[in-house]
């Protein structure tokens, strides 16, 4: 063996279908995609939700209700999660680490589920009545971030 006698395995290599170039090719003329219509002109693409000139299901439906463009979304943290944080003081960077929160960038809401056995300063963007009152029955303080 050597490299002038080496070839692909058999079947493995395809030639491309080249359509429109005569008859002796066996696609000339209408190029295999039948005759007339819609889909036999060059550039036709369907649109996503077409349904044959029927209205399309996405039409049909009915809309209710409005999604608000500027809604702000919070990362809920409960206090039981805090509980577990052995620090006085809690910022963004520590929840971070934690694991608690993905990025620092992200706002956070402190929620009242659990309670807090030892004081802890918890700085976030925004806390629920419920954490406020448990965080300062023990003796903490709920700072807010950005005002």
Do not use: C, W
Not at 9 to 38: C, F, L
Not at 115 to 125: E, G, R, V, Y
Request: hydrophobic fraction near 30%; avoid cysteine; glycine fraction near 12%.
């Amino acid at each position: 063996m050597n490299l002038s006698n080496l070839h692909p395995a058999k079947n493995s290599r395809k030639d491309r279908k080249r359509v429109g170039r005569g008859p002796g090719s066996g696609y000339g003329k209408t190029a295999g995609r039948g005759t007339k219509g819609q889909k036999s002109i060059s550039g036709y693409s369907r649109k996503r939700a077409f349904e044959g000139g029927q209205m399309p299901l996405n039409r049909r439906l009915p809309k209710r209700g409005f999604t608000n463009i500027f809604r702000k979304e919070y990362n809920p943290v409960n206090l039981d999660r805090l509980e577990n944080i052995k620090k006085a003081e809690i910022n963004l960077k520590d929840l971070v680490k934690a694991g608690i929160i993905k990025k620092e960038t992200e706002p956070v809401k402190i929620l009242g589920r659990g309670k807090l056995s030892s004081a802890k300063t918890i700085h976030a963007h925004k806390f629920s009545e419920s954490a406020q009152k448990k965080i300062e029955k023990a003796g903490g303080k709920a700072v807010l971030i950005g005002s």
